[in-house]
């Protein structure tokens, strides 16, 4: 038989010989316990049910709707040097190159090294090294080592999938913070609109209120009102200015809240303008579909990431019981005596190349334990995937809800802001004839500003409602574009050669 056949053959029962050894390590069972959660098996509620669907989703500019100019402004100078965005970008470079890093793993290594070492031998003639004694020579050696992992258990491959996902986990969540800069943008660019509203109310108050002082002094002094009445009218001055010296307090700290996200001081903050929002045609539902409904969403996308990863890592942790078969080799140059350049000719030039195996035999415990943590790491992410899909149907319902509810209250608040300041007129002019008293009047007004107050509450929860509920939908960022399938998101199996020779294979089915 060639001489070559036989190596071969000695090649082959070497690698068997190291699967049966293998088998020596049983995987006792360990496997996940849970299941991802399919979006469309779970019951969608009546707010979800009966909104419009025209396919369409959230527009990826979609703070626009809100027609103000200077919030588009503002939401491009966030995005462009936000601390908070620029964090997760470096994430996302770091989650790449990591994964560069482990692919690297999968793809040939050379590694040089050159070592000249000029040896002095002792004298001695006795115990010393002979003819050498007293002499110096050179000991050098220069050479390239190679190595390739043939990675037959798919552990390389599995690891480079791994990095992989994380790399796009990091993507979602990249833009999720993204998303929530948006929103908390547009919820604070609307409270400002409602502080500023606010501060009307209170400046209409006192001008209201200076109006009734001024009216009771005149009346004073026609014989036909009384000082109790002018004190009563001077009495809430103080408050309301204080009033209106709060509310400029909380306009600043507002500017400098909007400032501290986009990234500037506060001088930029005090630029600021009165915004000037206006909703113009409510958002619509893209899906009936729970699927549909949260895919766009970057957390649900990013949870999703997550789990592949997970099922990659048990892959990882599965093909540490077999043996690690690479191949390695190295071509080079060694000398020892002769010239410092001598080790370069050709007659000392020397080559090695052959399979380098290893294999777990006895590791207390270790591999096993290894796969119980990726095992318990991807019921963590199914967890954590499942209840992000529950939390964002909850979270879009939550918004459905409260929309409708805001459409409906700010229609009561118009119509009590009405029939208040039809009230407060007729008061006033029954005052001013002498008909009624300062304090119904007082009541009146009060009455009257405190609808306006209500209605301009309702208007900025209507205007943050759109906003949540754009958010709740992806934001119209494309994060569904960019998801793993649902075969990565499965559990992989026990490979069928652990099985074969794992004690509790059997109990764990």
């Not at 380098?356 to 035999?361: G, H, R, T």
Request: charged letters at 20%; one cysteine or more; aromatic letters at 6%.
């Amino acid at each position: 038989m060639p001489r070559r056949i036989i190596r071969t053959l000695h090649v082959f029962s070497a690698c068997a010989l190291s699967i049966t050894l293998s088998g020596c390590i049983g995987t006792w069972g360990i496997a996940p316990h849970s299941k991802p959660l399919q979006a469309n098996t779970l019951t969608t509620d009546a707010a979800i049910g009966q909104a419009a669907s025209d396919a369409h989703w959230p527009e990826q500019r979609w703070w626009q709707a809100y027609a103000d100019p200077q919030l588009d402004r503002w939401i491009d100078l966030a995005l462009a040097g936000s601390p908070s965005l620029a964090m997760a970008a470096a994430r996302v470079r770091e989650a790449k190159a990591m994964a560069g890093v482990v692919e690297a793993a999968e793809k040939l290594q050379a590694n040089g090294q050159a070592t000249l070492k000029r040896h002095n031998w002792p004298e001695d003639q006795f115990y010393g090294p002979g003819a050498l004694s007293g002499a110096n020579t050179w000991d050098n050696n220069a050479a390239i080592g190679l190595s390739y992992a043939l990675d037959l258990w798919g552990r390389e491959r599995n690891a480079s999938e791994q990095a992989l996902d994380q790399a796009h986990m990091s993507v979602a969540q990249a833009r999720q913070a993204q998303l929530e800069l948006q929103n908390n943008i547009v919820k604070a660019y609307i409270q400002l609109s409602l502080q500023f509203a606010r501060r009307d109310i209170v400046k209409a108050e006192l001008q209201q209120q200076e109006q009734i002082l001024a009216l009771a002094e005149r009346r004073l002094d026609g014989g036909i009102g009384t000082h109790f009445e002018v004190s009563q009218a001077q009495a809430p001055l103080p408050e309301t200015h204080r009033q209106l010296d709060s509310l400029d307090e909380e306009i600043a700290l507002t500017r400098n809240q909007l400032a501290a996200l986009v990234g500037k001081g506060p001088g930029e903050g005090a630029q600021l303008q009165r915004p000037t929002l206006a909703l113009a045609a409510p958002l619509k539902l893209p899906s009936k579909l729970p699927a549909e409904l949260v895919g766009q969403r970057p957390d649900v996308v990013a949870s999703r990431w997550q789990v592949a990863a997970q099922a990659r890592g048990i892959d990882v942790a599965h093909a540490a019981f077999f043996p690690n078969v690479d191949l390695v080799g190295s071509l080079g140059f060694m000398a020892t005596g002769g010239g410092p350049l001598a080790f370069l000719t050709g007659r000392k030039f020397n080559y090695s190349v052959g399979p380098a195996i290893s294999l777990p035999v006895f590791d207390g415990g270790r591999l096993r334990s290894q796969l119980g943590v990726a095992s318990a790491g991807y019921d963590v992410a199914v967890a954590r995937y499942n209840q992000t899909v529950i939390g964002a149907l909850k979270n879009i319902s939550d918004q459905l809800i409260r929309r409708e509810s805001m459409k409906q209250q700010a229609h009561l608040a118009a119509e009590s802001v009405a029939a208040a300041q039809k009230t407060y007129d007729i008061a006033m002019v029954a005052f001013q004839r002498g008909l009624t008293d300062y304090l119904n009047v007082l009541n009146a007004q009060t009455l009257l500003l405190r609808q306006q107050q209500v209605q301009q509450q309702v208007q900025a929860a209507r205007l943050i409602a759109h906003a949540d509920l754009v958010t709740a939908l992806g934001g119209g960022l494309q994060a569904g574009q960019d998801v793993p399938t649902q075969e990565r998101q499965i559990a992989p199996k026990t490979p069928a050669t652990l099985a074969i020779f794992d004690p509790q294979a059997d109990h764990a089915e």
